[in-house]
């Protein structure tokens, strides 16, 4: 099973950044695509950036241009690094993770969370 760890959310300003990661670790053969998602209060969890073990990327439309997602496969270690942040971009941001297990099934992980506040 893979455990991951999010880090980085916390309280800033609109029209700042903010940088999350989230560490993977556990007994597994491979990670495949890893992504964040987020959960406002009210809202359904969404999906805000996916990217494949080999780099290709997905951004979600709402924050195309401002958000950039990568990885470090090496360290089994997922980013976000968001800027011109808005109120809108509060919410608790999960990372996922598709990975397996010296079989071809594919299992899902989700980090616990981390809690992202733009206010002024």
């Known amino acids: 099973q893979v455990q991951l760890v999010e880090s980085g959310g916390g309280l800033v300003q609109p029209g700042d950044s903010l940088r999350l990661s989230c560490a993977a670790s556990g007994s597994f053969s491979s990670i495949g695509a890893m992504g964040w998602y987020r959960e406002a209060p009210g809202m359904q969890r969404e999906l805000v950036a996916v990217?494949?073990?080999?780099?290709?990327?997905n951004i979600a439309d709402s924050a195309k241009g401002r958000f950039t997602v990568s990885r470090d496969n090496a360290k089994n270690t997922l980013y976000l690094q968001m800027s011109s942040l808005k109120p809108e971009d509060t919410a608790v941001y999960y990372c996922?993770?598709?990975?397996?297990?010296?079989?071809?099934?594919?299992?899902?992980?989700w980090g616990q969370g981390t809690q992202v506040t733009v206010s002024s």
């Open positions: 990217i494949t073990s080999g780099g290709i990327t």
């Open positions: 996922n993770a598709q990975y397996r297990r010296w079989s071809p099934n594919t299992f899902s992980s």
